[in-house]
């Protein structure tokens, strides 16, 4: 069974950090990212990664602030977050994909998701 468990949301001031992970299991994964949904928008994409070579997509709001970095040993997923804004604020989920050569960004292109953690950044 596939299980993708986030952690490490929570409140945070401006200007601060958090590190989310997410733990994958059941199966092994081609690619792995974060989404992200505020309230009243459509989930967007965060941050993504191919198992293989390593590769990354970042959203242009988030680039320099936010790293995606994983653990295949462990089968672990990170989005270490600095510099947080108030726009950040959103429900964060993890997303795996079983295609190789899949878009890293389009999110229907992901097969299984995490329930989700939030991520609420105060001003």
């Known amino acids: 069974q ?3 468990i986030e952690s490490g949301g929570g409140l945070v001031q401006a200007g ?3 590190r989310l992970s997410c733990a994958a299991s059941g199966r ?3 690619r792995l990212g974060w ?3 505020a309230p009243g928008k459509e989930r967007t994409i965060v941050a993504a990664m191919r198992r293989e070579g390593g590769s ?3 959203a242009e709001t988030v680039k ?3 790293t995606i970095s ?3 040993a ?3 997923l990170y989005l270490q977050m600095n510099g947080l804004e108030h726009e950040d604020t959103a429900v964060y989920y993890c997303a795996a994909g079983v295609r190789k050569l899949a878009s890293l960004s389009y999110s229907p292109s992901y097969d299984y998701w995490g329930q989700g953690t939030q991520v609420t950044v105060s001003s």
């Open 35 to 37: 989404f992200r949904q």
């Open 16 to 18: 601060g950090s958090l």
């Open 56 to 58: 990354t997509f970042y």
């Open 28 to 30: 092994t994964f081609s």
């Open 74 to 76: 462990k089968n672990m």
């Open 64 to 66: 320099g602030r936010f």
């Open 70 to 72: 994983g653990d295949s």
């Open 2 to 4: 596939v299980q993708l």
